[in-house]
């Protein structure tokens, strides 16, 4: 549940945005809390490590006071979303942006097929960002007014070998994002899709290979740009639109020669 800190009172005339990060405890989420509060939002953020959130949330609070509050959730309890998104946008009074950064992707090996990893990735991945984004969409829809973002991967773009769950995962949330965004952007809602390629973050301590990474602040740094741009589909990176370009229109019989 949320600490006891205040929220600030805004100045006169002044409009105070709310946002929710769900999955703000480390890496993209925890980077993100301070770049939004940076630009003068007040930011609620989600995830199971308690310790680590407050931290996070702590360390925003200290720099702009009241702008960061933290409440432990799991997002596979997906009963407890809709009760819990209301208390969240009760308690920031208000709310003009959700992003649904959890994810995982525990290491799977080329020749293994364990159903607990892929349920688990498809559980956090698709079912939790479906679970709270569902729930944003209810209300900005009703409001006429909002911002959805969805933090994907470049891994959703093509069936590749490394990860088959982890890539239906964040495919099925690139489809599920862009049915929001045909919905919603005739009611004034705007959805938007990242793709990051590779972040220097706790998920990627297990892959050796790494190719044009980032650091969590560049890529939250990217985000919040994206959002004050209203933009549609971002990649992070930039570059990896152009490989993704190339390697969404491989023909298959190409594509699985390739050690992709
Ligand atoms: N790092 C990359 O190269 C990369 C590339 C493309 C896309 N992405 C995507 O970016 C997103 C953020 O990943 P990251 O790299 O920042 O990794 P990370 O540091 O491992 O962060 C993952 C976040 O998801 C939260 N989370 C995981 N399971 C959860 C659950 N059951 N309930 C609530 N929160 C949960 C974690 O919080 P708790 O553990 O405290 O619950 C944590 O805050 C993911 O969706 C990932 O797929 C990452």
């Known amino acids: 549940m949320a600490d006891e800190m205040k929220i600030p009172a805004p100045r006169p005339l002044e409009y105070q945005p709310k946002a929710l990060v769900i999955g703000a405890s480390s890496g993209i989420g925890a980077a993100l809390m301070p770049a939004l509060a940076a630009q003068g939002y007040i930011v609620a953020g ?5 310790s680590e959130l407050a931290a996070v949330c702590a360390a925003v609070n200290d720099k702009w006071p009241g702008r960061a509050h933290p409440f432990v959730h799991d997002v596979t ?3 407890a979303a809709p009760a819990l998104f209301q208390e969240i946008a009760h308690y920031l009074n208000g709310l003009d942006l959700v992003v649904y950064v959890a994810g995982v992707m525990p290491p ?3 020749n293994e097929y364990e159903f607990s990893k892929d349920r688990l990735m498809v559980e956090v991945n698709l079912l939790g960002a479906m679970a709270w984004l569902d729930q944003a969409a209810i209300r900005f829809e009703r409001d006429r007014r909002g911002h ?3 933090i994907g991967s470049i891994a959703g773009d093509r069936g590749r070998r490394g990860n088959p769950a982890y890539h239906a995962s964040k495919a099925g949330l690139h489809t599920y994002l862009e049915s929001l965004r045909n919905r919603l952007s005739q009611r004034g809602v705007t959805v938007t899709t990242i793709k990051p390629g590779m972040v220097q973050t706790q998920m990627l301590e ?3 290979k790494k190719m044009w990474p980032v650091s969590a602040t560049d890529a939250a740094a990217q985000i919040v740009a994206a959002v ?3 933009r549609q589909t971002v990649y992070i990176p930039a570059r990896w ?3 993704s370009l190339v390697i969404r229109h491989l023909p298959s019989i190409i594509f699985r020669r390739l050690n992709l």
């Open 46 to 50: 989600v995830a199971r490590r308690q």
């Open 77 to 79: 309890d997906y009963a």
């Open 108 to 110: 799977v090996a080329a």
């Open 148 to 150: 959805i973002v969805g």
């Open 206 to 208: 297990h892959v050796d």
């Open 228 to 230: 004050g741009q209203r």
């Open 241 to 243: 639109r152009f490989v």
